[in-house]
Structure formats: C-alpha cells, structure tokens
T-cell receptor, first 113, second 112 residues
Framework: SQTIHQWPATLVQPVGSPLSLECTVEGTSNPNLYWYRQAAGRGLQLLFYSIGIGQISSEVPQNLSASRPQDRQFILSSKKLLLSDSGFYLC????????????FGDGTRLSIL | KQEVTQIPAALSVPEGENLVLNCSFTDSAIYNLQWFRQDPGKGLTSLLLIQSSQREQTSGRLNASLDKSSGRSTLYIAASQPGDSATYLCAVGTDSWGKLQFGAGTQVVVTP
C-alpha cells in the first residue's frame, strides 16, 4: 500500500532563517505531488504541484520554492522566512492517472518567531 | 475563478442523528469533487471522490451527491457517532493535473 511521510511534525524558526520541509511517498511510481498551506482561519491553499522530476508549477507568488529531486520526494524551501509564512504545511500525492483522490501527509506546523 | 463555499461553518448534533453537510461551487466545469475529513492538528483523510460524470458515491455510512448544474454537493453521514466529530472539507478538482480548490470546511461535533 502507499504511504506518505512528512517531516518534521513541528518547527519553530526565527524570521529570516532558511526552511526545508521534506515529503516522501512510498508504494507508487511517478505520482503527482502537491504542497498546500493551511493558515489559521483560512482554507487550504495550493502552493506548488509537480507531475514529474524537476517539473514544478507555482500557484501563488510567494517567499517559498519547491523542488522534486527524485520521483517520490518533494521539498518545500525558503531562503529567508517571513512572519507570514507561519502555518500548517501539508504534502499530498495522487496517481498520475486522471480523476484519482489525493492523499495527504500528517503535516508540518511551522511557527515563525 | 472557482469558489467553493461550505455552510454552515459549524454544526452540533446529538449521537444517532443523520448529518447533512453542504458544499457549493461557482463553476460547473469540474473534473471531480472530493470530500475529506480533518481531525484537529492532523492531515486530511480522503472520504469520497465523485467523478464529474457521477451523481453520487457511497462508502459505508457515507453518501455524497453531486449536482453540477446547480453547483452543489451534499455529504450525508448516517447515524452519527462521537467519532465522527471532525472538520469536513469539500474540494473541487479544477483540471486534469489534480489541482483542488477547497472550501473552508464545516466543523462537526457529535454529542453523546
């Protein structure tokens, strides 16, 4: 069966520090991968999605970037964190065959001080 | 731009009562619609996915309907239990790449 792992579960970072969140999927090949942010009092917002290695699409302009160095690895990064980057970050995957459900990881709670 | 609305934002029902959760969307040109459950501080759990060509989908005590022409989906949970307490999110699939547009969710409390 397929599983998705995200780490770390929680992270507290000072303003201006770098960020790296990692997500890996097991049990499937060439999945579509997604990064979402869930801010307090707001719905889930799609940040990035990827249909293959090195193929990243950004949905909103922001202080973040994403990379997919391996088929089942998706990384969310920032060079300098802002206070507004605080939130709950969720990684998800779906089969690359159309019309399949998305499956989410347990998320990373990011607090910026 | 697709907008997804879930009303009410919160709902409290006694155990055993049926739950009815509503989701509306502005653009009927959707690929699919997915319902999720989110427990506090956790990720999302996929409950049901309805393809755009389908009218409903069922899994155990859960039944979801889809009316594209009116821009609505309804999630029914039969005979609610305290373990059903969670936030339920509706998401519309907007393209073939699987991108989802989420509603803000309905927070459900089932009291014993």
């Amino acid at each position: 069966s397929q599983t998705i792992h995200q780490w770390p579960a929680t992270l507290v970072q000072p303003v201006g520090s770098p960020l790296s969140l990692e997500c890996t999927v097991e049990g499937t090949s060439n999945p579509n991968l997604y990064w979402y942010r869930q801010a307090a009092g707001r719905g889930l917002q799609l940040l990035f999605y990827s249909i293959g290695i090195g193929q990243i699409s950004s949905e909103v302009p922001q202080n973040l970037s994403a990379s997919r160095p391996q088929d089942r690895q998706f990384i969310l990064s920032s060079k300098k964190l802002l206070l507004s980057d605080s939130g709950f970050y969720l990684c998800a995957w779906s089969s690359n065959v159309g019309n399949q459900p998305q499956h989410f990881g347990d998320g990373t709670r990011l607090s910026i001080l | 731009k697709q907008e997804v609305t879930q009303i009410p934002a919160a709902l409290s029902v006694p155990e055993g009562e049926n739950l009815v959760l509503n989701c509306s969307f502005t653009d009927s040109a959707i690929y699919n619609l997915q319902w999720f459950r989110q427990d506090p501080g956790k990720g999302l759990t996929s409950l049901l996915l309805i393809q755009s060509s389908q009218r409903e989908q069922t899994s155990g005590r859960l039944n979801a309907s889809l009316d594209k022409s009116s821009g609505r989906s309804t999630l029914y949970i039969a005979a609610s239990q305290p373990g059903d307490s969670a936030t339920y999110l509706c998401a519309v699939g907007t393209d073939s790449w699987g991108k989802l547009q989420f509603g803000a969710g309905t927070q459900v409390v089932v009291t014993p």
